[in-house]
C-alpha cells in the first residue's frame, strides 16, 4: 500500500495548475481531497508521476445563492454541505445525500468536484447532480464551458472533461417540491448497493414533474427520464409507482460483485427507488 | 494503634476481585502513547518486504532480481535459493507440517512470499518489490476441498514419495496426495447404531465460512542482530513469545540465552498473531545478513490475504432423538480446509483443535466425530479466531443442529434446549467424546435469560408478524436467535496439551518491594485485554497490597517466566491461576515474618484482608506493608530475606465457561437488510475478576461474532484470487452497526481452579455467531427455512427469501 514516487506540486493559481498540465500532459493530475485518488495511487492502479494538489487554487470554495440556483465551488467539501443550513435551505436533498456518503473522516476530505469529476459509478454525487441537472462549470487553458451533468458521464472514469481542463464549480437550479435520496449499503463507509435520487413536483394532487437518476448500478450514473416521465400524471399509486420502476430497471445495467448478483441488484434498485418515490412525495 | 479505617474500606482500598478496577493501560493507549511494534525505531533500521505471488498455483520458472537490485535504496533481494543453505527456506508449522519460507519452485496461494527485499526505507522496498521479475507457469488452481480430494493435480509435491505413495503426515496415514489427516473421537459404530434405530434423525450439511480475525494492528517484528555479542533480540507481535523464541532458537541453531524475544504493546491478535509467519524468519535473517536492525510491517492486504486465516469447515451432522425430544446420538464429519500449508494453531494431539466440544452444553449419551483436512490453494492458518481451539466451529455446529432437531420434531427449541442440558448434579460430567466438563448449571442460567427478555411474549409477537406478513401487511420478519455454549478454555494440562512438544502451563514470578509495592511477571502477553489491570487485582486479593501497588509485566523473555502465551482464554484459568499460587506462596512466608513480629506462633495469626491479626485479637497485627518491609530489613531467625515467589501451573482440567444468549433481529425481505432490535448475553464465566472488563469482552466478543454472522468473510473466486483483500469488502463492524448489547450473569466457580474463574474473551464469540445466524434462520423457519449457511450479509438473506418464494 504505497505508492511509486512521484512530484507533488501545489500551485497558487489556475495558471499555475494550467502550466504543468501542459508540462507533464498525461503524467500529471490534480487532485482535490485525494480521497479517492490516493488510494487507487497505493493500490498502484494509478501512476500519477505528477501531482497537483488543488487545496492553495482559490476561488473554489465558496457556495453562492441566488434566487433561482446555487453555485457550489468544486472544493467545497461533503462536510462542508452537511454544516451549511442556508444551502440546506434551498437544496435539502444535497446534506440528505451527504450525510450518506463515507464517513465523517472521508467527508472532511472529500470534494464536491472530486467526487464528480472522478467517474467513478459508485460515488453518490453523480447520479444526484444529474437528478438535479446540474450544469458543470469545466475551465481549461482556452476558457470556460459548461457541461450538463445529463451529458457529462461516458463510461467508468471516462467523462466530458479533458485532460487539460479543470472541474470548477457546480450550478444547481432550484427545485421546488419533494426530494429523497435513498441509498442501500453493507456498512457505515461503504459504496451504494444501490441508491435513487428523486426530486418531484405535485400539482393538483398529481404528479407534475419528476426527476430520477440511480447510482452504482451501471457503468456511470443511470438517469432514468422514462422513470419520471411514467409518474407525471398520476397519483402515485401502486401501478404508477411499478411503471417508473419498471421503466428504470430498463435502464440499468448491475454487474454482479461482493455487494451481490444482478437479480438482487435490480430487486434492490427498485426497492430503493420505490422507497424514494414515496419519501419524495410525502414531502411535496 | 488504633485502625481509623473500616474494614470494608481496607477492602475497597486493595482493588482487589470483584471489582470494577478502570483499566490502567488506558492512559497510554488513550493519549497515542502506546508502544507498538511499529513505534520502535533503532539506529540505522532497515525495512524489508515481500514480493508476493499474484497467483493462486503457479509454477516458478525464474526469478529475477538484477533491476530491483539497481532500485535507489536497496540492499538486498532474498529467495529461497539464498534460504536454502542456511535450511531456512522451509520452516516448521505448528501443526506439525512445514511451509515454504520464500517460494521454493511453486506457489500454493495468492500472495505467497516469492521473494524479500531489503532497503533503507519502506518506501525503496515498494518500488524493489516492483522491479523484481518472476515468471510464473500457472497451474490448474483447486480452491473446492472436496474437489481437491479427488484431484489429480498434486498440490505439495514434497509430500509424496518418488514411488507416488503417500506418506503418512503428523497425524497418521493420508489418504489422498491432497489430504493431511483424519482424526476422529467417540464411538463409531454405536453411535451409527444409535442412529439407525431412532425415533427422529434430523440431518444437516453446513458450510462455516472462511474468515479472518482481522487485528487492528496487522503483523510484524524488528529482528536486530547484535554481531559483537551474538544475540539477537526480536521485537514482535506475538501472542507467545517464549514459543517464538524456542522456535526460532530450534530453526536457527542460535542458542535460546542468546535470544530476546520482546512482544511490545500489541493491537488485537484474536488468533492471528499465534503462529510463525514467514516475515519473522526473513527479517531474522535479513538482520544477520546485514548486521542491521530489519523491521517488517504489514499492510492491511497481506494482513487479510497471507496471516491466519480461520473457520473454514464444511460439517455434515446427523442427530437423533426419541419422539419427546431426548437427544439419543450425535454424529458429525467435517471437511477441513487448510489451504496450502496445514498451519494450524492447535494443541499438538489435537488436528483439528477442540471441535470434539461438540456435543455441546447436552446430555448426548453417544457420539461421534470425524475431521479431514485438506489442502488447497488458498493461504495457510486455521487458528481460532477469539475462540479456544475450533470451539466457535463446535458451538455453530451443535446449536445448528438442535434447531434443525426442533424443526424435525416440530418442537420449539427453546424447550428441547432445557429436556437435554447436562444437569447441576451432573457435574463433573464426562462427556461422549471424553471432556470432563468441570461445573454448570445450565438450567438456572436459561430460565434466568428466557424470563428476562419474556421468551414467550417474544414469541406470540413473532406468530402474530407471520400473519402479518402473510395478510400482507409487512414486509418485515422477525427473528429470535438462541443459543446455549458451552465453551472449553484454558488450555491446558501438560498431559494432553502442548504445542511443538511445548507443555501449555503457564507461570508468575512476584517480587515484593521493601516498601509494600510489588511487580508480577507472567508467560502470558495482553492484546488488549487488560491483564495489568485484573492479574494485579487476583494478587491485591491474595496478599492484601493495593492493586495500584502493583506493577504488571509481560513479553519479554528475558525477564518474564517461561510461558505459552495468551490465546484461546487460557491466561486467566493458567497463568492466572499461577498468579494465585504465587500470591499464596508469598502469603505463606508473610505468615511466618507476622507471627515472628508479632511473638506468637505461626498457626496463630490469621491473614484478613491486607495484614496478618492474631487469632482472636484483631487489634494485634502487622500489615503485609509492614512484613514486606521487615522481610528485607530484619534478621528473622530461620527465614530468608527477601519476599518472592515464582509458580507454574499446571492445570487438572480445563475450565468450561457456558452463557445463554438471546437476539431478536427484524428483517426487511426485500432488501435483506437486518436489524438486531435487541440482544441479551448471559454469561457464567465462573468467579468474576472485574465485571467492568467482562463486560468489555462481552461486548468485544459479541461483535465480532456479528460480523462473522452477517457479512464477515475471505471470499475466493475460482481462480483462488482472493475477493476480499480490504476493508472495503472485508466486514469489519463499526459503533454505527452495532448493538446495544444486555450482558447478564450468573457465577458457577470452577471447582478446580485456585480462585474459580474460568475465563471469558471468547464466550461471547463462540456464543453469539450461531445467535445471530439462528436469529436469522429463525425469520424464516415459519415459511420452511431449515438451514441457510452464513454469512447473511444482504444479498444471501435476500436468496434466502427468494427462494423461498417471499418475493413475488
Ligand atoms: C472509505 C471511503 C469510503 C467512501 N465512500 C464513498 C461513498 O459512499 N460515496 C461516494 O460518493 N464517495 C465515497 N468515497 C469517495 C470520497 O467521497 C472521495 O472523497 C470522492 O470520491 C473524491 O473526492 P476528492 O476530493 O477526495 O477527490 P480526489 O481523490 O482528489 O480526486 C478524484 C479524481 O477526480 C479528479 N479531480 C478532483 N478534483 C478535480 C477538479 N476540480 N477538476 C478536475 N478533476 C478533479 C482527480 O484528478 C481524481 O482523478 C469514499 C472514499 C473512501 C476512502
Redesign the interface.
Known amino acids: 500500500?504505497?505508492p511509486?514516487?512521484f512530484e507533488y506540486y501545489r500551485p497558487q493559481d489556475m495558471a499555475g495548475v494550467f502550466a504543468i498540465l501542459q508540462e507533464h500532459g498525461d503524467d500529471a493530475r490534480v487532485m482535490a481531497g485525494g480521497h479517492s485518488l490516493i488510494p487507487m495511487m497505493k493500490l498502484?492502479m494509478a501512476d500519477v508521476p505528477h501531482l497537483i494538489d488543488l487545496q492553495d487554487v482559490g476561488g473554489m470554495s465558496d457556495v453562492t445563492i441566488v434566487s433561482h440556483e446555487v453555485r457550489i465551488g468544486a472544493m467545497v467539501t461533503q462536510a462542508d454541505i452537511i454544516d451549511n443550513t442556508e444551502l440546506t435551505a434551498v437544496v435539502p436533498i444535497l446534506r440528505e445525500a451527504a450525510l450518506q456518503i463515507a464517513?465523517p473522516q472521508v467527508r472532511y476530505m472529500g470534494t464536491v468536484g472530486g467526487n464528480i469529476a472522478n467517474g467513478d459509478p459508485g460515488n453518490d454525487m453523480p447520479g444526484l447532480m444529474q437528478c438535479m441537472d446540474a450544469t458543470f462549470t469545466l475551465v481549461g487553458p482556452n476558457g470556460e464551458r459548461g457541461v450538463q451533468a445529463r451529458d457529462f458521464y461516458e463510461a467508468a472514469y471516462i467523462t466530458a472533461r479533458e485532460d487539460d481542463e479543470i472541474l470548477t464549480a457546480v450550478t444547481i437550479p432550484l427545485h421546488s417540491g419533494g426530494y429523497a435520496y435513498e441509498k442501500?449499503k453493507?456498512?457505515?463507509?461503504?459504496?451504494a448497493?444501490a441508491a435513487a435520487a428523486v426530486q418531484i413536483t405535485k400539482d393538483n394532487g398529481s404528479c407534475a414533474s419528476a426527476a430520477i437518476a440511480m447510482t452504482n448500478l451501471s457503468d456511470t450514473p443511470v438517469y432514468s427520464e422514462a422513470a419520471g416521465v411514467a409518474l407525471v400524471g398520476g397519483t402515485l399509486d401502486d401501478t404508477s409507482l411499478k411503471a417508473s420502476v419498471a421503466a428504470m430497471l430498463n435502464d440499468i445495467d448491475p454487474t454482479e460483485d461482493?455487494?451481490?448478483?444482478i437479480?438482487?441488484k435490480k430487486?434492490?434498485a427498485g426497492?430503493?427507488l420505490r422507497r424514494a418515490i414515496e419519501r419524495a412525495w410525502s414531502r411535496t | 494503634m488504633k485502625d481509623e479505617v473500616t474494614r470494608e474500606e481496607r477492602i475497597d482500598n486493595l482493588k482487589g476481585m470483584g471489582c470494577s478496577r478502570k483499566r490502567v493501560e488506558d492512559a497510554r493507549f488513550t493519549q497515542g502513547k502506546g508502544n507498538y511494534v511499529d513505534d520502535i525505531k533503532l539506529d540505522g533500521m532497515l525495512f524489508g518486504d515481500f514480493v508476493r505471488s499474484p497467483y493462486a498455483h503457479a509454477r516458478i520458472k525464474s526469478i529475477d532480481t538484477a533491476a530491483a537490485l539497481k532500485v535507489p535504496g536497496v540492499l538486498a533481494v532474498l529467495t529461497a535459493a539464498d534460504l536454502e543453505p542456511l535450511g531456512l527456506h522451509w520452516m516448521p508449522t505448528l501443526a506439525g507440517d512445514k511451509q515454504m519460507v520464500l517460494a521454493d519452485g511453486k506457489v500454493l496461494f495468492q500472495g505467497q512470499e516469492v521473494a524479500y527485499v531489503v532497503a533503507e526505507d519502506?518506501?525503496a522496498a515498494?518500488?524493489g518489490i516492483?522491479a523484481v521479475e518472476v515468471d510464473y507457469e500457472e497451474l490448474t488452481v483447486l480452491v473446492n476441498p472436496f474437489e481437491s480430494l479427488q484431484s489429480d493435480i498434486i498440490l505439495r509435491e514434497d509430500l509424496v514419495a518418488e514411488d507416488g505413495s503417500i506418506p503418512a503426515g503428523a497425524h497418521g496415514p493420508r489418504k489422498h496426495h491432497n489430504h493431511i489427516f483424519t482424526w476422529d473421537a467417540g464411538d463409531k459404530l454405536p453411535t451409527e447404531e444409535v442412529i439407525a434405530n431412532a425415533e427422529v434423525v434430523a440431518e444437516e450439511s453446513m458450510y462455516y465460512h472462511r474468515t479472518h480475525p482481522c487485528p487492528l494492528e496487522t503483523c510484524g517484528c524488528v529482528a536486530s542482530m547484535d554481531k559483537v555479542n551474538g544475540k539477537l533480540t526480536l521485537w514482535g507481535t506475538f501472542q507467545a513469545p517464549h514459543a517464538i523464541r524456542t522456535v526460532v532458537s530450534l530453526i536457527s541453531g542460535i542458542e535460546e540465552h542468546n535470544i530476546r524475544v520482546v512482544s511490545p504493546d500489541i493491537g488485537g491478535g484474536f488468533g492471528n498473531k499465534v503462529g510463525a509467519y514467514p516475515g519473522y524468519v526473513c527479517s531474522v535473517v535479513a538482520s544477520i545478513v546485514t548486521g542491521k536492525p530489519v523491521k517488517w510491517i504489514e499492510?492491511?492486504?497481506d494482513n487479510l490475504m497471507t496471516t491466519a486465516f480461520a473457520r473454514d469447515y464444511h460439517m455434515t451432522g446427523k442427530i437423533s432423538a426419541t419422539k419427546d425430544g431426548k437427544i439419543t446420538g450425535l454424529k458429525c464429519h467435517v471437511t477441513a480446509d487448510h489451504g496450502g500449508f496445514d498451519a494450524c494453531a492447535d494443541p499438538t494431539k489435537f488436528p483439528a483443535g477442540f471441535m470434539n466440544i461438540c456435543t455441546g452444553s447436552y446430555d448426548i449419551p453417544t457420539a461421534y466425530l470425524e475431521v479431514d483436512g485438506v489442502y488447497t490453494n488458498k493461504a495457510p492458518g486455521g487458528v481460532s479466531y477469539r475462540c479456544s481451539f475450533r470451539v466457535t466451529e463446535a458451538v455453530y455446529f451443535i446449536e445448528r443442529m438442535i434447531e434443525v432437531l426442533a424443526i424435525e420434531l416440530n418442537m420449539d427449541s427453546a424447550e428441547l434446549r432445557r429436556i437435554n442440558f447436562i444437569k447441576k448434579e451432573q457435574f463433573p460430567y464426562t462427556a461422549a467424546l471424553g471432556w470432563e466438563y468441570d461445573s454448570g448449571d445450565y438450567h438456572t442460567a436459561w430460565d434466568k435469560a428466557l424470563k428476562t427478555v419474556d421468551y414467550d411474549g417474544l414469541r406470540a409477537e413473532q406468530t402474530k408478524r407471520v400473519e402479518d406478513f402473510k395478510a400482507g401487511k409487512t414486509r418485515t420478519l422477525m427473528g429470535i436467535g438462541l443459543s446455549f455454549f458451552t465453551e472449553i478454555v484454558g488450555a491446558g494440562p501438560v498431559k494432553n496439551c502442548d504445542i511443538l512438544g511445548l507443555g501449555m502451563f503457564d507461570s508468575c514470578e512476584i517480587r515484593i518491594h521493601p516498601t509494600g509495592s510489588a511487580i508480577a511477571r507472567l508467560g502470558t502477553i495482553s492484546q488488549g485485554q487488560g491483564h495489568a489491570t485484573t492479574f494485579a487485582q487476583i494478587l491485591a486479593s491474595e496478599i492484601g497490597l493495593p492493586a495500584d501497588s502493583i506493577t504488571v509485566e509481560e513479553g519479554d523473555t528475558d525477564t518474564a517466566p517461561y510461558g505459552l502465551g495468551t490465546y484461546g482464554s487460557r491466561s486467566t484459568p493458567v497463568a492466572g491461576a499461577a498468579t494465585a499460587m504465587a500470591g499464596r506462596k508469598i502469603r505463606a512466608k508473610a505468615q511466618m515474618i507476622a507471627a515472628y513480629l508479632l511473638e506468637v506462633h505461626d498457626n496463630d495469626v490469621e491473614f484478613d484482608v491486607d495484614r496478618f491479626i492474631v487469632k482472636g485479637a484483631p487489634e494485634k497485627f502487622k500489615t503485609m506493608k509492614e512484613i514486606a518491609f521487615a522481610a528485607y530489613n530484619q534478621a528473622i531467625p530461620g527465614i530468608e530475606p527477601g519476599l518472592e515467589a515464582v509458580s507454574y501451573y499446571d492445570p487438572p482440567n480445563m475450565t468450561y465457561p457456558f452463557g445463554a444468549y438471546v437476539c431478536v433481529m427484524d428483517i426487511d425481505v426485500?432488501?435483506?437488510?437486518t436489524e438486531i432490535r435487541r440482544f441479551y448475553a448471559l454469561d457464567d464465566c465462573g468467579t468474576r475478576i472485574n465485571p467492568m472488563i467482562i463486560e468489555g469482552q462481552v461486548h468485544g466478543g459479541l461483535t465480532e461474532a456479528l460480523a462473522v454472522a452477517l457479512?464477515q468473510e475471505i471470499?475466493y473466486d475460482d481462480m483462488g484470487n482472493c475477493?476480499?483483500g480490504t476493508l472495503?469488502?472485508f466486514?469489519l463492524?463499526?459503533a454505527?452497526?452495532v448493538p446495544n448489547y444486555e450482558t447478564d450473569f450468573t457465577v458457577t466457580p470452577s471447582p478446580h481452579h485456585p480462585i474459580g474463574a474460568k475465563g471469558v474473551g471468547e464466550s461471547p464469540h463462540v456464543g453469539g455467531v450461531p445467535c445471530f445466524s439462528n436469529a436469522v434462520q429463525d425469520a424464516f423457519r415459519p415459511f420452511g427455512n431449515r438451514h441457510t449457511n452464513m454469512p447473511h450479509?444482504?444479498?444471501r438473506i435476500?436468496?434466502m427469501a427468494?427462494e423461498l418464494g417471499l418475493?413475488d
Open positions: 500500500m504505497i511509486a514516487a498502484r464517513d442501500q453493507r456498512k457505515i463507509g461503504d459504496y448497493t461482493n455487494r451481490g448478483p437479480a438482487f430487486h434492490v426497492v430503493i | 519502506r518506501y515498494a518500488d516492483e499492510d492491511r492486504m426485500d432488501t435483506g437488510v457479512g471470499a475477493k476480499t472495503m469488502d466486514f463492524p463499526t454505527w452497526e450479509d444482504h444479498w435476500w436468496k427468494n418475493h
